[in-house]
Structure formats: C-alpha cells, structure tokens
C-alpha cells in the first residue's frame, strides 16, 4: 500500500471531525486551505500522514494511525 492509499483509507476510517480537525492543523502549518491539505496528503507522490501533522495533534493521530494499522 502506498502513502497515498494509506492516507485515503485512514482518513476514510476516522470521524468526519477527525478528519477535518487533521486536514485543518495541516492547511494551518502550511498556509493553505484543507482541500489542498487533503489533495496533498492523497497525492501519488505523497508521505505518511504523520509527516504531515504537527502540534499536540500529531500524537494523537499516531494513537490513531496505530488503532486502524491494528484493525486492518
């Protein structure tokens, strides 16, 4: 599974407010809107979701990213 594939089906897994809480904090620290956070993150040539998050978030999407590796 590529980064891309990956972030797609994990943002796909979590709560729509997760989801927007995460593109939101990476559309912050990179000065964009989170559509483009989004359209970053899912691009082919994109890398793991947590190089993307930054703050207190980031832990917290670790723990996350951790849960759904361990769902799947």
Do not use: C
Not at 19 to 41: F, P
Not at 52 to 62: D, M
Not at 64 to 72: A, G, L, P, Y
């Amino acid at each position: 599974m590529t980064n891309s594939q990956f972030n797609i089906a994990f943002l796909n897994w979590v709560q729509p407010a997760t989801k927007q809480a995460i593109l939101t904090n990476i559309a912050n620290h990179y000065g964009i809107s989170a559509d483009n956070a989004y359209n970053e993150v899912v691009d082919e040539d994109a890398e793991n979701i947590l190089d993307y998050v930054t703050g207190s978030l980031r832990n917290a999407t670790n723990y996350m990213v951790k849960k759904f590796k361990f769902s799947n």
